[in-house]
C-alpha cells in the first residue's frame, strides 16, 4: 500500500555533495511526517532528520553537525536530503520512512512504521 523508493545513492569523494530523494505513493504525503535514517556496517540503524506536515525539522546535529538538510515538495510526493561535505563516517545504507498522517515529529526508529529498501551510500577518502 505505502511504498516508498529513494533513489541518488552512489560512490563519492570526501567533500563531495550527494541530494537523495525518496518518492512516496500509497498515502497522504502532505500530511505525513517523514524521516531519514542511515544504517553503517556494524552499527544501529541511526536517525538523521526528520519533517512534518507543516516544514518542522529536526536533525541529528551530533553525526552531521549541520550538513546536511531535509526538504519536501508535497506537489512531487517526494523528501529530500540534501548531503553535503560528505565524509566517510557518512557511509551507510540510507532509508526513508514515513511516520504516519501528522505524526509528531520523531527521532525513533519505533515511530516509523513505513520504510522504504534504502540506497547505499559510499564516501571515500
Known amino acids: 500500500q505505502v511504498q516508498l523508493v529513494e533513489s541518488g545513492g552512489g560512490l563519492v569523494q570526501a567533500g563531495d555533495s550527494l541530494s537523495l530523494s525518496c518518492a512516496a505513493s500509497?498515502?497522504?504525503?502532505?500530511?505525513?511526517?517523514m524521516g531519514w535514517f542511515r544504517q553503517a556496517p556494524g552499527k544501529e540503524r541511526e536517525f538523521v532528520a526528520a519533517?512534518?506536515?507543516?516544514?518542522?525539522?529536526?536533525s541529528n546535529d551530533d553525526s552531521v553537525k549541520g550538513r546536511f538538510t531535509i526538504s519536501r515538495d508535497n506537489a512531487k510526493r517526494t523528501v529530500y536530503l540534501q548531503k553535503n561535505s560528505l565524509k566517510p563516517e557518512d557511509t551507510a545504507v540510507y532509508y526513508c520512512?514515513?511516520?504516519?498522517?501528522?505524526?509528531?515529529?520523531?527521532?525513533?526508529?519505533?515511530?516509523?512504521?513505513?520504510w522504504g529498501q534504502g540506497t547505499q551510500v559510499t564516501v571515500s577518502s
Open positions: 519533517i512534518t506536515w507543516d516544514d518542522r525539522t529536526t
Open positions: 520512512a514515513s511516520a504516519g498522517n501528522f505524526a509528531p515529529i520523531s527521532r525513533r526508529v519505533a515511530d516509523y512504521p513505513y
Open positions: 500509497g498515502h497522504t504525503f502532505s500530511a505525513y511526517t
